[in-house]
């Protein structure tokens, strides 16, 4: 694809949409062969923004962003927590410690 210098990861995508004020920009939907493009396009400038590509086939996803909306196109993101756990053994444990936060909350 020609659009690999604009292709980022999931998270960076979502961190981008997040910052858009989705009453100034609106979505186009096309299918070219197996692949389903969902492209986000500013009122104000008519510029394409981003877009998220989703092929059917191969079932993979996608992302690209190609121009920054203007700033009054934007809001404030909203912070975001995200735990990344490697093993099982942390999942497990984690999964432990919310249980036990749980049932001292039952209690109160």
């Known amino acids: 694809m020609e659009n690999d210098i604009y292709e980022v990861d999931r998270e960076e995508y979502k961190t981008f949409l997040g910052q858009l004020d989705t ?4 979505t186009e939907e096309s299918w070219v062969e197996q692949l389903h493009i969902i492209k986000i396009i500013s009122n104000k ?49 984690f ?4 249980s036990k936060i749980q049932k001292e909350h039952e209690h109160d």
């Open 23 to 26: 009453t100034k920009t609106h």
């Open 95 to 98: 999964l432990n410690a919310i």
């Open 45 to 93: 400038s008519n510029i394409h923004l981003c877009s998220r590509v989703c092929d059917a086939e191969l079932e993979e996803e996608h992302y690209f962003i190609f121009n920054y909306p203007d700033s009054d196109e934007r809001v404030i993101p909203r912070p975001t927590l995200q735990i990344r756990l490697n093993s099982h053994e942390e999942v497990q444990d």
